[in-house]
């Protein structure tokens, strides 16, 4: 499934089953994320992870950018699926691409790149909670062209596991959902990078 458009190209590895709910009310989760990140003239693949599909190793320079998406498995599982997915993470992390990874993303990315991912020993966590942003954040291109970072924003959590250490792990900073346009302005930045003429 494309979306087809001018230079910039992007793909979605999709790590869930489209529920026939996400495919009666948005056709299916890429139209999702290609809605929510995507612009006029870029180039959205999709990739079906979760059922072995995953992009051509010699492909990968074409691509500005990956997105990895929730999902209900354990991203400290073994199936061969998420094995191969830690590999492509870890590829794409040697060549200095952008990934932006959502709940189950941002678990398994963490764990490609050496943290360590667990089942949570307090159980689920599932409600609406304040996250407080970092306030020595250093400089990040990615969010230059935020007017304002407000000093906290609220994300739905409805997930058992978590991230026991991720020492090792590159991520910076941690993102999940809303305020839904913060966040949303904050993911699009840091994938898309800063905007031409501002380089």
């Known amino acids: 499934m494309k979306i087809n458009g001018g230079n910039k190209r992007f793909a979605l590895l999709l790590a869930a089953k489209d529920s026939d709910y996400v495919k009666k009310v948005y056709g299916g989760y890429f139209n999702v994320f290609v809605e929510t990140f995507g612009e006029e003239g870029e180039r959205w693949d999709l990739f079906r992870v979760v059922d072995g599909e995953f992009p051509d190793m010699n492909e990968l320079h074409k691509y500005h950018g ?3 998406s929730g999902s209900p498995f354990d991203a400290f599982g073994n199936d061969l699926w998420i094995l191969k997915l830690c590999f492509l993470l870890q590829t794409l992390d040697a ?3 952008k990934v932006l990874g959502i709940c189950f993303g941002h678990q398994i990315l963490c764990r490609a790149l050496g943290g360590k991912i667990g089942r949570s020993y307090d159980g689920w966590d599932i409600g609406l909670r304040k996250v407080k942003l970092v306030d020595d954040l250093p400089p990040c291109s990615y969010l230059d062209d935020l007017e304002e970072i407000p000093p906290s924003l609220s994300i739905i959590e409805c997930h058992q596991d978590e991230r026991e250490s991720a020492e090792l792990a590159k991520s910076k900073l941690e993102m999940a959902e809303p305020d839904r346009k913060c966040w949303e302005k904050i993911c ?7 905007k031409l003429g501002t380089l």
């Open 95 to 97: 060549m200095e691409k």
């Open 66 to 68: 990956f997105v990895v």
């Open 188 to 194: 699009r930045s840091f994938l898309k990078g800063p």
